[in-house]
């Protein structure tokens, strides 16, 4: 499989989606539908839970000047890691109407895309940001019990490492919750190291 025809095959279909309404709408004059991005041999994947304006705007995934796409980079910046070493990607693919959080019905219509990122890009681990992201594959999770520790999807047979949304982290966290994000991090630099993900 050429891997690049594959991931543009993906694009295409996502940019012509429209197996639930939130593909049917421009939203602030912007298509919303924004399909992942980045490295497809990397052996970690970033994902949040859906598009948000700024990401509609440059049709890419947490990208700044938005609170998410800020606080992402900075944890890259952490990680020692750029855009072009990982890939970047959403739960669902189009962008929901004043950012309210993703239908269960619209995960499930956008989980035919998900599944061929993962199948395509092969990762190692998957980084999630949100709840829906991590709900997406893990069962019995809730995010102020479970982020910062790793588990294993069992219908996908990889690991997954949730952490807070960034952009709850960046405009709606309490300090408290801002340190235990930080701390995440932290871990999953250790564990991205032990694992040699990062050299």
């Known amino acids: 499989m050429d891997k690049n025809i594959e991931y543009e095959s993906i694009c295409k279909e996502i940019m012509g989606c429209s197996k639930c309404d939130l593909g049917c709408d421009m939203l ?6 924004v399909p992942g991005k980045g490295n497809l041999d990397s052996k970690i994947i970033f994902m949040a839970e859906g598009p948000g304006k700024t990401e509609t705007e440059k049709c890419c995934p947490l990208v700044p000047p938005g609170l ?16 072009d070493k990982v890939y970047t ?11 309210r959080d993703p ?8 989980f035919d895309y998900v599944k061929r990122e993962l ?21 019995d999770f809730k995010i102020t019990r479970d982020h910062g520790k790793i588990r294993q999807s069992e ?3 990889i690991k997954i490492f949730p952490l807070f949304h960034p ?11 801002r340190e235990e994000f930080k701390q995440d991090v932290v871990n999953l630099k250790q564990i ?3 694992s040699n993900i990062l050299i």
């Open 28 to 33: 602030d004059g912007f298509n919303p539908r």
């Open 89 to 99: 990607t959403n739960s669902i693919h189009c962008r929901p109407p004043s950012n």
């Open 155 to 157: 219908n996908f047979n």
């Open 103 to 110: 239908l269960p019905w619209e995960s499930l219509k956008c």
């Open 68 to 83: 998410s796409g800020k606080k992402y980079e900075e944890v890259l910046k952490y990680l020692g890691l750029t855009r």
């Open 167 to 177: 952009a709850y982290v960046a405009a709606y966290a309490p300090k408290i919750k």
């Open 192 to 194: 991205l190291k032990e």
């Open 119 to 139: 199948a395509l890009v092969n990762p190692e681990i998957i980084v999630t940001f949100g709840r829906f992201s991590a709900n997406t594959f893990l069962k």
